[in-house]
């Protein structure tokens, strides 16, 4: 309790920097299951620079995009209704996911040092069959998230993208 408590106190004197550090440590943890439960990598074949790119990815781009998403979504569609959570899922998923995982799976790319043209191509390849596989999650965790979560305490869980994207589909 006393951590929740800190992390609390920490939220509200920070609320942005506790987004962006929390979008971080989020993903890192994602991708240590990942690798850890779901790849069976064990700590000898585990890639740490592998999740220090989600790290990054979590603080310098998830954790302040999808916090200025969700503050904007609030002044759109205020209210905690189970209509209003209805339509601010209805616009995440329309609207946000599919360009945010436009935006996410290049940077992915980009950040692993794939040429332009072998990201463009991967984009292609692999966009159609992430955004599937991010409607059979998503809509109903953030119709759940948009109900029951105050916008300070939303953040992206375990960074949806990560979780949205299967092994296969992930650099």
Request: some cysteine; proline content about 7%.
């Amino acid at each position: 309790m006393a951590l929740w408590r800190a992390y609390q106190r920490a939220l509200a004197a920070h609320p942005w920097k506790v987004q962006v550090l929390t979008a971080g440590s989020l993903m890192g943890l994602g991708d240590i299951i990942s690798q850890q439960l779901v790849e069976r990598r064990g700590l000898q074949e585990h890639q740490r620079g592998r999740t220090l790119t989600m790290v990054s990815l979590g603080c310098g781009f998830v954790g302040p995009v999808v916090g200025g998403w969700y503050k904007v979504l609030d002044r759109f569609i205020p209210g905690t209704t189970k209509v209003d959570a209805l339509k601010k899922m209805l616009l995440d998923q329309g609207g946000f996911a599919p360009c945010f995982l436009g935006c996410f799976l290049p940077l992915v790319g980009a950040l692993n040092g794939l040429p332009a043209q072998d990201n463009w191509a991967k984009l292609q390849r692999d966009y159609p069959d992430a955004l599937i596989t991010n409607y059979y999650l998503w809509p109903a965790v953030q119709l759940a998230n948009f109900y029951l979560v105050p916008l300070h305490y939303r953040e992206d869980p375990a960074s949806t993208t990560l979780v949205s994207i299967p092994p296969e589909l992930r650099l």
